[in-house]
């Protein structure tokens, strides 16, 4: 009766107008199996050439310069296809976002954090708000465990 929490974030840099946190709330027992097994039947659609090392980072699957001989179209088919997954496994989704520069960062500046720093932990503090208020809301007894995210993306996908 356990949900790993998965977490993500983007626009955490400076420059960008929005932070979001992004966490996945994985039942261990009913949906973390099959959902590997479908990333690892979907692992073989990346070209051979770019197994070794390879991580499920939109980022870098989207940066044509990452990997020259996997053509656009299919690297977008691609993420869409991983992107399905919470879908296709009803995995519950939390999301915090924070516009850059909405919270009042000065309290926190003899802290030595930034404002995008505040904003993230702003975003994060959301995002495992609403991931908590689901478990109460609707999984009974069931509790919530941070998921390492190097174990998730690094499962030996070359097996």
């Given amino acids: 009766l356990v949900r790993n929490i998965s977490t993500d974030e983007a626009g955490t840099s400076a420059p960008e107008p929005v932070t979001l946190v992004v966490a996945l709330l994985v039942?261990?027992?009913t949906q973390w199996l099959p959902a590997v097994r479908e990333l690892r039947h979907l692992f073989w659609q990346v070209p051979a050439q770019y197994h070794e090392g390879f991580a499920f980072h939109a980022?870098?699957?989207?940066?044509?310069?990452?990997?020259?001989?996997?053509?656009?179209?299919?690297?977008?088919?691609?993420?869409?296809s991983v992107m399905n997954l919470p879908g296709t496994f009803n995995i519950p989704i939390a999301l915090g976002a924070m516009k850059r520069g909405a919270?009042?960062?000065?309290?926190?500046a003899e802290k030595k954090m930034t404002p995008e720093k505040v904003d993230h932990f702003m975003a994060f503090t959301m995002c495992m708000a609403r991931a908590d208020h689901f478990l109460r809301t609707y999984c009974g007894y069931e509790m919530g465990?941070?998921?390492?995210?190097?174990?998730?993306?690094?499962?030996?996908?070359?097996?």
């Avoid at 989207?62 to 690297?75: F, L, T």
């Avoid at 919270?103 to 926190?108: F, G, K, L, T």
């Fill in 145 to 159: 465990q941070p998921s390492s995210r190097a174990r998730i993306l690094r499962l030996g996908w070359h097996r």
């Fill in 103 to 108: 919270s009042d960062w000065s309290e926190w």
């Fill in 27 to 29: 039942h261990v027992d």
């Fill in 59 to 80: 980022k870098w699957i989207s940066a044509a310069n990452k990997y020259p001989d996997w053509k656009e179209k299919d690297r977008t088919e691609f993420m869409c």
